[in-house]
């Protein structure tokens, strides 16, 4: 997906976090001491619309090429913006404690003032708490040729762990909510047609190549008939490593 907009700053920050909202995968869930799944998405939603606002407030307007820019890619998040980091500034100080340096006072002002924006200086080790309390990796700030970038990347499993994590398959896959659905129910042989039912999806190719395929791929799911793919009497069930990955998710 692609897309360009051109409005104000304040209709900008709201296109690009439902952007975001429709492009961005879900993960299954399964918070600690409950049987109940949530599906949420790898990064926290404040963190990014944190990140998305200082993006826009700090952006080089003087430059007529400037732009802010959002990037999703299989296992990363990437947010641009054109501009330096403000006099005295490194990247290595965002993750502490620093002083607020406003590029564009007017327009953070203007943030401020409708409660976008509550406090100078802190946005940053927000998202960091933010990111941590979701049980995501803290994001990686860097400038380069005069551009600042905000990577985050999906949050990885406990070290040692044997097998794919969930955030580990998550990265790799963007893992979307059909996969993890899928990986729950095929616990023994199952159809095409069974595996699409609970999605409620219709169209057998598309299912196929977008929630089937990467699976397969992935070593999480495997044919019954590997040497006939197209078989009538072809089913599918989750591998040990697609097994482990949904019980760890629910640990």
């Not at 989750?238 to 949904?246: H, S, Y």
Request: hydrophobic share 40%.
């Amino acid at each position: 997906d692609n897309k360009q907009a051109h409005m104000h700053a304040f209709a900008m920050v709201r296109e690009a976090i439902a952007w975001l909202d429709r492009t961005l995968p879900l993960a299954a869930h399964f918070p600690k001491g409950s049987v109940f799944r949530e599906d949420r998405q790898p990064v926290p939603a404040e963190a990014l619309r944190e990140v998305i606002l200082n993006a826009v407030m700090h952006r080089d307007y003087s430059r007529a090429s400037s732009y802010v820019a959002i990037a999703v890619f299989d296992d990363r998040i990437e947010v641009r913006s054109v501009g330096d980091f403000p006099t005295g500034i490194r990247a290595e100080m965002l993750s502490g404690d620093h002083p607020s340096i406003l590029r564009n006072p007017l327009i953070a002002g203007a943030f401020h003032r409708t409660g976008a924006v509550e406090v100078w200086g802190r946005g940053t080790t927000r998202v960091i708490e933010a990111c941590l309390a979701h049980g995501a990796t803290p994001p990686e700030f860097s400038e380069q040729a005069g551009v600042v970038t905000v990577t985050f990347r999906a949050a990885v499993g406990p070290e040692g762990a044997e097998g794919p994590s969930w955030h580990q398959v998550g990265t790799k896959l963007a893992l979307s909510k059909h996969q993890a659905q899928l990986l729950e129910i095929a616990s023994d042989p199952m159809s095409l047609q069974e595996l699409m039912q609970p999605s409620g999806r219709t169209d057998r190719t598309k299912f196929r190549d977008q929630v089937v395929r990467p699976l397969l791929e992935a070593g999480l799911l495997e044919m019954t008939i590997p040497d006939k793919p197209r078989s009538p009497n072809q089913k599918y069930r989750a591998t040990p490593a697609g097994v482990r990955l949904v019980q760890r998710g629910r640990e």
